[in-house]
């Protein structure tokens, strides 16, 4: 069983220019999610989909930022017109359905890492 | 809804125990502990559910005090590997299904 993959795991970009992420979830895991994190910060909530729907959107994400996940299985998370501030690690979870809704495992990768110069 | 975690950062030596604290301004159903190191992704260590039932290491321990909305990680007799930032993840009670909101996080240093 492998875990979460993300590519790439390391983006250095030009300010202005667009950045795509892709996350790979666990098999037959259903919820997807994306978390944004600084250094020395928390994980932080964008987004997340159950199947190919997405349910929720942080008012974080802006609209620059689009997530899809288009066959219910992997996902993309593109950012457009980057800016400096974008720079952190984009963490991709994944979590498989469960009985009663709350208190599954919430599965990570390794984040993809993006420089904003 | 941040959770705030406390202490921020703590420094140990091999063999000494430590807690860290978690506590919500809002109602939880459960409470998720992961550890972090440096530049890679947060690790699942347990889950701390409405009710009391727990999912997770054998070697970690936590309490949930569903009416305080706080819970505690207790790591006894802490290890080098123990090193890292932790950080719980909140499901708030009557919210999105395993969303969960992070915490400020606490920063582990064990040395020998």
């Known amino acids: 069983d492998t875990g979460v993959s993300q590519d790439p795991r390391h983006k250095i970009t030009k300010r202005g220019q667009n950045v795509t992420f892709r996350c790979d979830p666990i098999s037959e895991h259903n919820r997807l999610y994306w978390y944004r994190q600084t250094l020395g910060q928390g994980p932080e909530f964008l987004t997340y989909?159950?199947?190919?729907?997405?349910?929720?959107k942080s008012r974080l994400l802006s609209d620059r930022f689009s997530a899809e996940r288009p066959k219910g299985s992997f996902s993309t998370l593109e950012i457009q017109r980057t800016e400096q501030g974008d720079s952190a690690m984009y963490l991709c979870?994944?979590?498989?359905?469960?009985?009663?809704?709350?208190?599954?495992?919430?599965?990570f990768g390794e984040g993809s890492w993006l420089t904003v110069v | 809804q941040q959770p705030v975690q406390s202490p921020q950062a703590v420094i140990l030596r091999e063999g000494e125990d430590a807690v860290i604290n978690c506590s919500s301004s809002?109602?939880?159903?459960?409470v998720h502990w992961y550890r972090q190191k440096h530049g890679e992704a947060p690790v699942f260590l347990m889950i701390l559910l409405k009710g009391g039932e727990q999912k997770g290491h054998e070697k970690i321990s936590a309490s949930f005090n569903e009416k305080k909305q706080q819970s505690s990680l207790y790591l006894t007799a802490s290890q080098l590997s123990y090193s890292g930032t932790y950080f719980c993840g909140t499901e708030i009670y009557g919210g999105a299904t395993n969303k969960l909101i992070f915490g400020t996080g606490t920063l582990l240093a064990v040395q020998p």
């Open positions: 979870a994944s979590s498989a359905p469960g009985t009663g809704g709350y208190g599954n495992t919430i599965y």
């Open positions: 809002k109602a939880l159903y459960s």
């Open positions: 989909f159950q199947n190919e729907a997405q349910l929720e």
